[in-house]
Every structure is written in C-alpha cells, then in structure tokens.
C-alpha cells in the first residue's frame, strides 16, 4: 500500500511540477479528466445525498465501537425503507408527469382515436361545369389606350 501510495504521490508531482512533458499529458488523461468529467456531471441532487451519507457515517463513528455494530445490524431494514421511499418517489414523478402529457395531448388523443375509427363517408356528386361566356372582341384593339 505505501508503494502504491508513493507512485500516485509522484504523477501528481510530475502533474504540478512538469505539465508540459509527454508523460504528464498521459497521467493528466489518466488521473485528472476522468475525475474532472465526472464531477462535471454532479447535479445539487447528487452533493446533497453526498451530505447526508457523510453526516450519518460521522455520526455513527462520533459514537463510538457499539453503534457501528448496532448500525450493521439494522441496515438492511434501513436499506429497505429507503428503496421503499425512492421507489414511492419514482412512481410519484412518472404519474405526474403521465397526467401532464395527457392534459397536453388531449387533443392529439382525440384526432388520434378519430383518425383510427371508421367514417362512414356520403356519396361524392360531380361538380357542375359552368359554361364560360366568349370574350367580348366588339371593341376595336387599342380603344382602351386612347383615352
């Protein structure tokens, strides 16, 4: 452990000291952009529950050797109501969320269900043709310029 604790200690050396050797730009694309990436895509959500697993791990260690042991044993109870509550959340959202695209697409539903049902359709007549009248060619070419 104490090598593998050194070697790391090292490319962080060469990482601060030396960023512009070929092998800091490998151990920058090993070490540093995966982490970087990573906590790049952290939502509020994510440090919140961050938070609240710290601060109940901090409180079981402030307690002392016996609560450890008392929380191992009631832990997968723990786990239990917690999935419970989550899958409860989840389940909320998804129908929240149903009930919103229905208000929305009402109307798409119902051209929809219209679109699919049979029409009964009434019988096509024909159009009737009007007879255009002749141009009136009375009048001589070029009257209408004179005036």
Partial sequence: MPIVAATFVACI?????????PVARVLAGLLVLPVARRFASLTPGHWLLFAMLSAAAGTIVWMGG????????GSPELAGVLMAVDVAAYLDAMLAALAVAGAVRGASVKLWVARALPRSRGRRTRRVRVARKAANDDEPAGVWLAA
Avoid: Q, T, Y
Avoid at 13 to 21: A, H, N, Q, T
Avoid at 66 to 73: C, E, G, H, L, P
């Fill in 13 to 21: 050396v060469v990482l601060r000291l030396w960023p512009e050797l």
């Fill in 66 to 73: 016996d609560m450890i042991i008392v929380s191992a044993m």
